[in-house]
T-cell receptor
Framework: EDQVTQSPEALRLQEGESSSLNCSYT??????LFWYRQDPGKGPEFLFTLYSAGEEKEKERLKATLTKKESFLHITAPKPEDSATYLC????????????????FGSGTRLLVRP | DSGVTQTPKHLITATGQRVTLRCSPR?????VYWYQQSLDQGLQFLIHYYNGEERAKGNILERFSAQQFPDLHSELNLSSLELGDSALYFCASSPGIGSETQYFGPGTRLLVL
């Protein structure tokens, strides 16, 4: 069964304290891995897409990396405005009649950055 | 702002009732996806429509149905509502049917009393 696991569930950092969030997955036929940021009560906001092992993407203080079994979201010198839930999702394609690309989400990491 | 719009933002109703949630995709996007997010389940894929046709079903209950209209907006119909249906409902859109990024709307918060 396709599965996505994120760790830790929650993370508290001091402003400027760098850290990494983990997303491990077991899926058959990975098409892509996506990182989203979600603020309370809001829709997920797209951050990155990674398609192949070894790929890296950067945006401001965030850097996403991908291996064959997991992805990391590195946060460098975070600020309080980086506080949010970070969601990882893997994209798989169905078989047979179901040929849609589906996103399977992890449960997220709640990040709190204190000033 | 992702460009995906959803109405209403909030909905409060009673058990046994029926509601309709509406989604307008980003301009030019042909695919619409519906997701349910509850505290204990996280984001769960419900159903995918592409250019008016159903493409895939996920964990969607038989009491729920959806459709996509010729102008590409989509509606999610929830009937015989139960307390456990209280959740955030999101739609997302993407240009085609391939592995493109899905952009999410702001969601509809449903509370069933």
């Amino acid at each position: 069964e396709d599965q996505v696991t994120q760790s830790p569930e929650a993370l508290r950092l001091q402003e400027g304290e760098s850290s990494s969030l983990n997303c491990s997955y077991t899926v058959s036929g990975l098409r892509g891995l996506f990182w989203y940021r979600q603020d309370p009560g809001k829709g997920p906001e797209f951050l990155f897409t990674l398609y192949s092992a070894g790929e890296e993407k950067e945006k401001e203080r965030l850097k996403a990396t991908l291996t064959k079994k997991e992805s990391f979201l590195h946060i460098t010198a975070p600020k309080p405005e980086d506080s949010a839930t970070y969601l990882c999702a893997v994209q798989v394609i169905g078989v047979g009649k179901d040929s849609s690309y589906k996103l399977i989400f992890g449960s997220g990491t709640r990040l709190l950055v204190r000033p | 702002d992702s460009g995906v719009t959803q109405t209403p933002k909030h909905l409060i109703t009673a058990t046994g009732q029926r509601v309709t949630l509406r989604c307008s995709p980003r301009s030019g996007d042909l695919s619409v996806y519906w997701y349910q997010q509850s505290l204990d389940q996280g984001l769960q894929f419900l159903i995918h429509y592409y250019n008016g046709e159903e493409r895939a079903k996920g964990n969607i209950l038989e009491r729920f149905s959806a459709q996509q209209f010729p102008d590409l907006h989509s509606e999610l119909n929830l009937s015989s509502l139960e307390l456990g249906d209280s959740a955030l409902y999101f739609c997302a859109s993407s240009p085609g049917i391939g592995s493109e990024t899905q952009y999410f709307g702001p969601g509809t918060r449903l509370l069933v009393l």
